[in-house]
T-cell receptor
Framework: EAGVAQSPRYKIIEKRQSVAFWCNPISGHATLYWYQQILGQGPKLLIQFQNNGVVDDSQLPKDRFSAERLKGVDSTLKIQPAKLEDSAVYLC??????????FGQGTRLTVV | GENVEQHPSTLSVQEGDSAVIKCTYSDSASNYFPWYKQELGKRPQLIIDIRSNVGEKKDQRIAVTLNKTAKHFSLHITETQPEDSAVYFCAASSGTYKYIFGTGTRLKVLA
């Protein structure tokens, strides 16, 4: 079974620039998550999709972050404009209904 | 809102000793409790999980216990080895299938 694919692996941008991350979940997984993991902390849920509908985006900073899930499969997470405090690893995960979540390798974002 | 507290934040044990990490959750609707291991620079990977209809589950040197009344669950690692050194995260998930993670425990196994 292929894993969760994410790209890019690393990204360095200047503050106020925009950036986008891409995620391809495991085939057949209806649930897709985006997490933000700041160094030394646990993953923080930003947004959760069930198929192509949003289940929870209560912790997504909607003034600068946006996410979509195309046709219930791939997903993109965008930050515009980026702030220094957005520096983190952005993890995508997918799962079947209420079972193990499989994580991608993550995208390490550095905002300078 | 939902919250998962995890203790301790760091734990050092001698090789061969046992390690215990504890978590407390706030959402009484939580019914699935996975534990993830994250090595430096790598993705979190599931090591064991437990559902709310079970009190204990064991897989070789790893075990998880759940006390629904107290909303506590714990990870037990016996006969620790250097390769067990990593950051461990607990999580709780409810009917909305939303995973809330603890803040992590950095385990160091000293040879």
């Amino acid at each position: 079974e292929a894993g969760v694919a994410q790209s890019p692996r690393y990204k360095i941008i200047e503050k106020r620039q925009s950036v986008a991350f891409w995620c391809n979940p495991i085939s057949g997984h209806a649930t897709l998550y985006w997490y933000q993991q700041i160094l030394g902390q646990g993953p923080k849920l930003l947004i959760q999709f069930q198929n192509n509908g949003v289940v929870d985006d209560s912790q997504l900073p909607k003034d600068r972050f946006s996410a979509e899930r195309l046709k219930g499969v791939d997903s993109t997470l965008k930050i515009q404009p980026a702030k220094l405090e957005d520096s983190a690893v952005y993890l995508c995960a997918s799962s079947r209904v209420n079972t193990e979540a499989f994580f991608g390798q993550g995208t390490r974002l550095t905002v300078v | 809102g939902e919250n998962v507290e995890q203790h301790p934040s760091t734990l050092s044990v001698q090789e061969g000793d046992s390690a215990v990490i504890k978590c407390t959750y706030s959402d009484s609707a939580s019914n699935y409790f996975p534990w993830y291991k994250q090595e430096l620079g790598k993705r979190p990977q599931l090591i064991i999980d437990i559902r709310s209809n079970v009190g204990e589950k064991k897989d070789q040197r790893i075990a998880v216990t759940l006390n629904k009344t107290a909303k506590h669950f714990s990870l037990h690692i016996t006969e620790t080895q250097p390769e067990d050194s990593a950051v461990y995260f607990c999580a709780a998930s409810s009917g909305t299938y939303k995973y809330i993670f603890g803040t992590g425990t950095r385990l160091k196994v000293l040879a």
